[in-house]
């Protein structure tokens, strides 16, 4: 028998294995979510555009903030898969200094939209952040992951440098 799911035919067997890698999946989330909420403040649970469940978590002493991402696809052994890193600028801003992980997974999507809504709840105004030379190898990709999540990027090729900024909207 065929099942018809996602405009895809899949056998009775490939069913079956989806479901118990999910509960394997599931499984991991649960263990890895009970080490992460003894040490972090834990956000939320998400997907990545590769349907991996991801926990998000961040780390916040009023000076510079972390929001962090742990893939439940693999044991979580006290270190993020993928981080976007932050400082407040002032009671109003927040400045990305650094987004660290493997790229085209999905995470830097997951953690910007969890860092866009902990700002709103803080209260927080404006994520500004800067382009510099040692981004323009990758910089079109920057660009183009900015202007996704509604930033204002402002970006000057001959001296390579550029500033992003984005405030909600009123």
Known sequence: MLLLQD???KSKDELIQEKSDLEFQMFRMQENLKQIAGKWDVLG???TKEDNW???YSSDDNNTC???LNDCSAPFRGQWDFSIH???TDNNTIQIDDIRGKENRGYGTVCMNHLKDYALKNNVQYITGNLVKRDWDHIDR???FYKKHSFHVNVSKKE???TITWQPAI
């Open 66 to 68: 972390k929001i962090m």
């Open 45 to 47: 649970i998400d997907q």
């Open 7 to 9: 405009d895809k035919r």
């Open 160 to 162: 390579k440098q550029g």
């Open 86 to 88: 932050a400082q407040y």
């Open 142 to 144: 920057l660009v183009h």
């Open 54 to 56: 991801v926990i998000i």
